[in-house]
């Protein structure tokens, strides 16, 4: 009894949120209303169950809730397929690692974000141990105008061939990524300034970075870090046993 009357109350709670119904059905359900003394005794029965037992409410909402989960995830795995070149075959984005791995992971970054720095040597680790993996960086500013000034850099790097140098700099750096550090960040590294400044305002490079703003909300990544690895986008700075097994699990389906 208290299965079905969980699973009645998870019916009735996705249906506020559910599509309406095709016309066959809708057509049904007006044939056959039911009556007030029903509705009455529908809503007396529910509320004496919930009275009784009111676990079973709690049961329904997380019901709902794995239901709406599950089809997010297929949302998300439908979006990473149908991103793929975007996000795995773009020859003008930066990769570290091995270029010619036989898998790739797609990481989403913001070079101020706290996490995605607690993240960057556990993806150093796991590229160590393992020589097979190739991954894409895409630079998404999100934090502010600082992080905005940071992505270019990267970018105008990229075009030094010192994009990783300068990216390892700045997960390390404590400082506000200002135009005067990554001067020096950049002074450090043999860069050439004046060139890096140049092409930090290159309309192309602007427009990089709204097409990877563009492909995050494709994929409706709400904040960085996140990866996409195999046909599954993992958020947040997640430790190197889980990656690990990601990967293991990316390269089981081939």
Do not use: H
Not at 44 to 66: F, G, H, K, N, S
């Amino acid at each position: 009894m208290r299965t079905r009357i969980a699973a009645g109350l998870f019916l009735a709670l996705s249906g506020l949120v559910a599509a309406p119904l095709p016309p066959f059905a809708a057509a049904r359900a007006e044939e056959a209303p039911f009556t007030p003394a029903q509705r009455e005794e529908i809503v007396r029965i529910l509320r004496e169950a919930l009275r009784t037992d009111p676990t079973i409410l709690r049961d329904a909402v997380a019901a709902m809730q794995q239901s709406q989960q599950a089809e997010q995830e297929r949302g998300r795995r439908d979006a990473i397929q149908a991103q793929a070149a975007a996000l795995l075959r773009d020859p003008a984005d930066p990769v570290k690692g091995n270029p010619a791995g036989d898998l790739t992971v797609v990481e989403f970054f913001d070079p101020r974000c706290g996490y995605c720095k607690a993240l960057a040597p556990t993806m150093q680790e796991l590229l160590s141990q393992d020589g097979k993996l190739r991954v894409v960086m895409k630079a998404i500013p999100i934090l502010g105008p600082n992080s905005v000034l940071a992505s270019r850099a990267l970018l105008a790097a990229q075009r030094q061939e010192k994009f990783v140098p300068l990216y390892d700099r700045l997960m390390q750096l404590r400082a506000e990524p200002t135009e005067a550090v990554l001067q020096a960040e950049a002074q450090k590294l043999g860069l050439d300034w004046a060139r890096m400044r140049r092409d930090m305002d290159d309309p192309a490079i602007e427009a990089r970075l709204q097409q990877n703003l563009r492909l995050a909300q494709a994929l409706s990544i709400e904040g960085t870090p996140a990866l996409v690895i195999g046909d599954t986008l993992v958020p947040g700075a997640v430790d190197l046993t889980t990656l690990r097994r990601l990967v293991t699990q990316a390269r089981g389906r081939g």
